[in-house]
Structure formats: structure tokens, C-alpha cells
């Protein structure tokens, strides 16, 4: 019925004074559903935060919603939370030759020079191989992983930001929060007076922001778990994530997500002890995902693949405290260094720190 004529862009203002403006970008055949993309206005000033990602339905949905925003570019930043590319994937097609500036974390625009410049993708294969994936998958996951493509066409310049700098937009001035652990430097925004906080993908609301391993970062769940208690330090009034709706208190959220962890590390050790010695797709199959009654072998391989990514974060954090070891060899391996009920009491003892 509506073939050929164009759809309105799906923009809901979220927040007055600041003028805050939410542009529904789609992430098609993604189980994130869509990307919340915010421009804050004020004074003939905008600030866009996050894009889409480098797909033309993202581009088209992005590009249509500033233009029925009428951001004026020569007076429009944009400011990226972090390098995933539902995230950064248009920023360079949505900024090149205009005026202004491309602001991001200094530890993901490094990260994302790396990836863009590198060979990250044969970098992780090798991992995910030790760990239990065959070639036949890893072949396969090269077509139909959701977190490959859709990145920026290049690397671009940014003005790098760190733990408390500040932006302005118009009268207003936002304050960068550095919480590492989703990426390696993820960054929320602030604003002190009215209590608003655009949380990224730190906090989400009806899904768990997915943590995995990073090559280079040691400990990526710890890292996650300390950002979590550092922004739950913040009055938050407002607090507007990336990804899906809000409805519930921020206080709360945090909460749960820190004693998802706990369980989730709790079901590591139990499956270590059952299977010592097991890489991370074997400790990873012991879990328990929400995978609407599948079975391990019946979740999708791509969907494996962050499953086994998470496992790893699990049992690096569990490594770094001494509870679990590392064998290298052509496959990794790991153990529990004491009894499992042992290691679970060292667990819940640490998990004071978080209380
Ligand atoms: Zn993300």
C-alpha cells in the first residue's frame, strides 16, 4: 500500500531543555532490534550521539530524521559512546566535509584504528579456534557474523575525550563518564543539573549489555563491574540507553546486572568442576543463556559465538583473582585452582566490593 512513498522517520523528543530528540535508526536481522540515536539541541547547536550502523537502511532512517530535525551543520558535533559499529558505523559518512567534529573515547578511537587498520578479524578466529570452533564454522561465521561489515568505511579523525571532560551544546554542558568493559572505553554522557545520563550501552534495560573478551585488555567483566559501581555513584534522574526502552529504576537495573554476573560466574566454576580442563565452547554449552528452549546445538552459531565471547570474560576474571588457570596449547584449557565450593566462597567474599 505504502510501496514508493516514503516512510516518516520514527522520532519521539525525549527530554525538553535540553531539547532531546530520539531518532528510531532500525538494525535489521540484529536481536538488538534498533539503535537509539539522540541529537540534543539548544540554541541552534546539535550534538548527535551514535549513528547506525555503514548499512543503507541505517543511513537512510539517520539521514532523514536529522533533516526533518534540521540540524544545521555548521553547528552540529557528534559525539560516539563507543566503537561498536551499530554505534560509529556512519559517523565518517555523516560527517565528512561538514564543519564539525567527531567526538570519542581516546581508548576506542585507538581500539578502532586497530580493527579498521588491521587483521582483527583472523586475530580472533585463531582465539575462538583454540577455543573449541571448528574451521568449517569459523568459514561459515565469516558471512553471516551480525558483528562483521557494517563498519565505517575508514578511519577518522576524532577529538579524543577522557574521565570528566566537558561538551557543550548551546547553554548546556555535558560531562564525559568513562566506564570501560562493553568496549575498552566506553563513554556516557552527563548532565549534573538535570540529572540525565545517555548511559550507551553501560545500562541497558530489557537486555544485558553483552561483555566479552578483548585482545590486549586483560580483564574486561572487572573492568565492566567497576563502571557499574562508579556510575551508580551519579544522581540520575533521566537515564536514556542506546538500545530499547527504560522502564524501570536505574538503581535497581544495576543491581540486577551485577548479580546476573555473579550467577553467571557461580555456573562457570560449577561447570569447570564437572568438566576440568574444558575450553571455553564446552564451558560456555554448560551455561544458562536465554535461548527460548533451544539447546546449545540448536542456538544459532553466531549467537554461539557472543555466548562463547561472554564465557571467556567469565573465566578471565576468574584467572585474574585466582581461581581459575590457563593452559596454552593448540587448544586453551582451563581449571579451577582449589574446589569448586572453595572457589565460590572466595567469589562471594570478593562480591562484597560491588555491594
Ligand atoms: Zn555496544
Same mark, same amino acid.
Given at each position: 500500500m505504502n510501496e514508493g512513498r516514503k516512510v516518516k522517520p520514527m522520532i519521539t523528543k525525549v527530554y525538553? !531543555?535540553? !531539547? +532531546?530528540? *530520539? +531518532?528510531?535508526?532500525? $538494525?535489521?536481522?540484529?536481536p538488538l532490534k534498533n539503535l537509539n540515536c539522540y541529537v540534543v539541541q539548544d540554541n541552534g547547536e546539535s550534538l548527535i550521539v551514535d549513528t547506525g550502523f555503514n548499512r543503507p537502511e541505517c543511513k537512510e532512517a539517520l539521514l532523514d530524521g536529522l533533516r526533518e530535525l534540521n540540524v544545521d551543520w555548521e553547528k552540529t558535533n557528534m559525539f560516539l559512546t563507543h566503537l561498536h559499529s551499530d554505534h560509529s558505523g556512519l559517523a565518517p559518512a555523516v560527517m565528512h566535509g561538514k564543519p564539525g567534529n567527531i567526538y570519542m573515547s581516546k581508548n576506542d578511537h585507538d581500539y578502532l584504528g586497530w580493527i579498521l587498520n588491521g587483521n582483527r578479524w583472523d586475530t580472533f578466529d585463531e582465539i575462538y579456534r583454540k577455543e573449541g570452533f571448528t574451521r568449517e564454522q569459523l568459514d561459515w561465521l565469516k558471512e553471516?557474523?551480525?558483528?562483521?561489515?557494517?563498519?565505517?568505511?575508514?578511519?577518522?579523525?576524532?577529538? &579524543?575525550? %577522557?574521565?570528566?571532560?566537558? $561538551?557543550?551544546? %548551546? =547553554?548546556?554542558t555535558f560531562q564525559c563518564v568513562f566506564v570501560p568493559g562493553h568496549t575498552p572505553g566506553q563513554t556516557c554522557l552527563y548532565l549534573p543539573k538535570e540529572k540525565l545520563m545517555l548511559s550507551a550501552d553501560h545500562i541497558l534495560f530489557d537486555i544485558t549489555p553483552n561483555i566479552t573478551a578483548w585482545v590486549? +585488555?586483560?580483564?574486561?567483566? %572487572?573492568?565492566?563491574?567497576?563502571?557499574l559501581v562508579k556510575i551508580r555513584a551519579f544522581d540520575m534522574k533521566t537515564v536514556?540507553?542506546?538500545?530499547?526502552?527504560?522502564?524501570?529504576?536505574v538503581y535497581v537495573r544495576i543491581e540486577e546486572i551485577i548479580h546476573h554476573h555473579l550467577i553467571r560466574l557461580e555456573e562457570t566454576i560449577d561447570a569447570l568442576e564437572k568438566f576440568p580442563n574444558a575450553h571455553a565452547t564446552q564451558i560456555g554449552s554448560c551455561l544458562k543463556w536465554s535461548m527460548r528452549g533451544k539447546t546449545w546445538e540448536e542456538f544459532p552459531l553466531s549467537q554461539r559465538w557472543f555466548a562463547v565471547g561472554e564465557t571467556m570474560s567469565h $573465566?578471565?576474571? $576468574?584467572? *585474574?583473582?585466582?581461581?581459575?588457570? *590457563?593452559?596454552?596449547?593448540?587448544?586453551?584449557?582451563? =581449571?579451577? &585452582?582449589?574446589s569448586g565450593k572453595a572457589c565460590k566462597e572466595k567469589l562471594n567474599q570478593l562480591w562484597q566490593i560491588y555491594a
Open positions: 525538553e !531543555n535540553p !531539547n +532531546i530528540y *530520539k +531518532i528510531d535508526v532500525p $538494525l535489521p536481522n540484529n553471516e557474523n551480525p558483528a562483521r561489515g557494517f563498519e565505517p568505511d575508514y578511519y577518522f579523525d576524532a577529538i &579524543t575525550v %577522557g574521565d570528566g571532560d566537558h $561538551l557543550k551544546v %548551546g =547553554s548546556f590486549n +585488555i586483560e580483564d574486561s567483566l %572487572g573492568d565492566y563491574l567497576d563502571s536514556l540507553p542506546a538500545h530499547r526502552k527504560n522502564e524501570m529504576d $573465566l578471565d576474571y $576468574l584467572i *585474574k583473582r585466582g581461581m581459575v588457570e *590457563k593452559t596454552e596449547g593448540d587448544f586453551y584449557s582451563y =581449571s579451577l &585452582t582449589d
